[in-house]
Structures are given as structure tokens and as C-alpha cells.
């Protein structure tokens, strides 16, 4: 599981500036960052959005609209940051590559963008790893367009700290996707795909905000990837 470890490193460092080696995308007018990486050794590519880090994303945030893409109805805000950056990510995408795509906060939801819009096209290898990633999927649709289905599409794994209040909005009209492999750091034990009692008794609004930042995702991270037994269980449940 070094791709998780890599996956929490890289969402944090796309804080930066910049991340020696990639390509850096920035939409000046909506304030969207996103870096590409191409590991040549590895034969993959790593596409890292970055997260909520301005007043700027947060409008697009409450942008609660829904809107039809790819036969899903998804959250408008999302859509429309994502849209700021993707035509010139896309250009630069090899679909004979694997592709890892990682983002927290709304650059979690962006990345689950992306892999609406390659849903329909000829990608050998995708996998999504996000952090404190929000509701994507409006609820009132037909279980089929409310989850990401699809060949080349292997892996959807969300890690959730057990507090953070982002991972839970918008709370009215719209969820997850149904078929994501969700890893959940509570404050007593690890979860994989915890049931919706465990959620609502480990919520403290106290710990709301601090449990959001990726600096706590990649401390959790490393001491979760300590557990062989919690490793081996989340390993495969993601191959099933």
C-alpha cells in the first residue's frame, strides 16, 4: 500500500508552490491549482488537484446546483472548478498509462471529476485515492449514474477522518458514490467501510476543522500503513 502513503504526501504537498518534476496547472480567474506528474520508471502518470485554500474555492463550494455530466448528476460547484482546469490536464493525459488521480477537500471532488469525464474513453488503468472529499452525486438518482462504473476504472478509495465536517457536506441532496471503498480514521480504530452508526456516534464537532488538514491525513496515513492486519483487510477489500 505505498501508493497510499505517496497518494496523502502528494495531496499535502500540493499546497506548495510547486512539486519538483510535474507539470502545474493554475486557473488565475478561479483560483484552481492541479499538478501532473509522469513517472517514466513506473509507466504511470499521477494527477494531484489541490484543495480548498482560498474564499474563491469556497464559492464554488456552496454552488449547490446540480448538473448532468456523463449521464450522472453531480454537484455544480465541483463541476465548474473542475471544467477550469481540464482542458489542458486532458491534453496532456496518456491513455496507455496508468493513471493515479489524488486531490483533498475540493480537489478531492475534482478528482472524481476527471474520472466522469474518462469514463468513455479508452484508458487502460485509472485509480482515485482522495481526502476529506465532499458529496459529489446528487441522491435522487438511479443507483447506476450515482457511482463511478466502469473497465478501466479499478479502484475508488476514500479516506475520511472521522470528524472532518467536509466530508459530510452538502449534507442536503447529494452523497458519495455508492461503490467507493471508504477507510475511515476514527478515534479509537480504523474502519473500512464503517456502517452509518459508527459515523454519527464518532462525529465531534470539536475536532471538526482540525481534523480536515492533510497534515493530520498524512500522520493518520503513516501510522494506519503500521497495521498489517488493517493494511491486508483494506488490500482486499479493493481488489474485490
Known amino acids: 500500500?505505498?501508493?497510499?502513503?505517496?497518494?496523502?504526501?502528494?495531496?499535502?504537498?500540493?499546497?506548495?508552490?510547486?512539486?519538483?518534476?510535474?507539470?502545474?496547472?493554475?486557473?488565475?480567474?478561479?483560483?484552481?491549482?492541479?499538478?501532473?506528474?509522469?513517472?517514466?520508471?513506473?509507466?504511470?502518470?499521477?494527477?494531484?488537484?489541490?484543495?480548498?485554500?482560498?474564499?474563491?474555492?469556497?464559492?464554488?463550494?456552496?454552488?449547490?446546483?446540480?448538473?448532468?455530466?456523463?449521464?450522472?448528476?453531480?454537484?455544480?460547484?465541483?463541476?465548474?472548478?473542475?471544467?477550469?482546469?481540464?482542458?489542458?490536464?486532458?491534453?496532456?493525459?496518456?491513455?496507455?498509462?496508468?493513471?493515479?488521480?489524488?486531490?483533498?477537500?475540493?480537489?478531492?471532488?475534482?478528482?472524481?471529476?476527471?474520472?466522469?469525464?474518462?469514463?468513455?474513453?479508452?484508458?487502460k488503468h485509472i485509480d482515485l485515492i482522495t481526502f476529506g472529499k465532499p458529496n459529489l452525486f446528487a441522491k435522487w438518482q438511479r443507483k447506476k449514474q450515482a457511482q463511478l462504473d466502469f473497465p478501466a476504472f479499478k479502484k475508488q478509495l476514500s479516506v475520511v477522518n472521522s470528524s472532518d465536517v467536509v466530508a459530510r457536506v452538502p449534507r442536503v441532496g447529494y452523497r458519495a458514490a455508492l461503490n467507493q471503498t471508504q477507510l475511515w480514521f476514527g478515534p479509537k480504530s480504523d474502519i473500512v467501510n464503517p456502517p452509518s452508526e459508527t459515523k454519527r456516534k464518532e462525529w465531534d464537532l470539536s475536532e471538526s476543522i482540525t481534523d480536515h488538514g492533510m497534515d493530520g491525513y498524512c500522520a493518520r496515513t503513516t501510522a494506519f500503513l503500521k497495521r498489517k492486519k488493517k493494511v491486508a483487510a483494506l488490500s482486499s477489500k479493493l481488489r474485490e
Open 1 to 123: 500500500m505505498k501508493i497510499l502513503q505517496k497518494a496523502a504526501d502528494m495531496a499535502r504537498d500540493a499546497y506548495n508552490d510547486t512539486i519538483i518534476g510535474t507539470i502545474k496547472y493554475e486557473n488565475k480567474r478561479t483560483s484552481m491549482v492541479a499538478f501532473l506528474k509522469h513517472d517514466h520508471g513506473a509507466n504511470e502518470d499521477w494527477l494531484i488537484f489541490r484543495g480548498t485554500d482560498s474564499i474563491k474555492d469556497w464559492a464554488f463550494n456552496l454552488n449547490f446546483l446540480p448538473v448532468r455530466i456523463q449521464g450522472s448528476w453531480i454537484h455544480c460547484g465541483f463541476w465548474l472548478a473542475h471544467r477550469s482546469l481540464w482542458k489542458d490536464i486532458r491534453k496532456d493525459l496518456n491513455p496507455a498509462k496508468r493513471l493515479v488521480i489524488v486531490g483533498h477537500s475540493l480537489g478531492a471532488a475534482m478528482g472524481e471529476c476527471s474520472v466522469l469525464m474518462l469514463k468513455k474513453q479508452n484508458f
